[in-house]
């Protein structure tokens, strides 16, 4: 069983930058991928960023490549989602996610894919 807590949501300007935190309480956290999804009011949630086990591979939706940088640290148990250059089409809920496979894109989209879930941290972005 992985537990996931999100932390770091906000409100926040245009063009303003915020860094979310999702800490995992699993032992064996380097055997899983991390995803972040987001669902902005009244639409269906989506895809944002996966990194891989040990880091060295990272998926982008086309919407947040440039802007947002995933990470994680295997010490800390823990992924990152640095967003910069924020959007009011930013606003959502942020959830992280797990899964111990990794794919091709699009496969790394699909929530199916992800087995375990955080409660979200809320991301509001002001014009």
């Known amino acids: 069983q992985v537990q996931l807590l999100e932390s770091g949501g906000g409100l926040v300007q245009t063009g303003g930058s915020l860094r979310l935190s999702c800490a995992a309480s699993?032992?064996?956290?380097?055997?899983?991928?991390m995803g972040w999804f987001r669902q902005p009011p009244g639409k269906e949630r989506e895809f944002v960023a996966a990194i891989n086990g040990r880091g060295s591979s990272t998926i982008y939706a086309d919407s947040v490549k440039g802007r947002f940088t995933i990470s994680r640290d295997n010490a800390k148990s823990t992924v990152y989602l640095q967003m910069n250059s924020l959007k009011p089409e930013d606003t959502a809920g942020y959830y992280c996610a797990a899964t111990n496979r990794w794919d091709t894109i699009p496969t790394m989209f699909r929530q199916y894919l992800y087995s375990y879930w955080g409660q979200g941290t809320q991301v509001t972005v002001s014009s």
């Open positions: 699993v032992v064996t956290f380097a055997s899983y991928t």
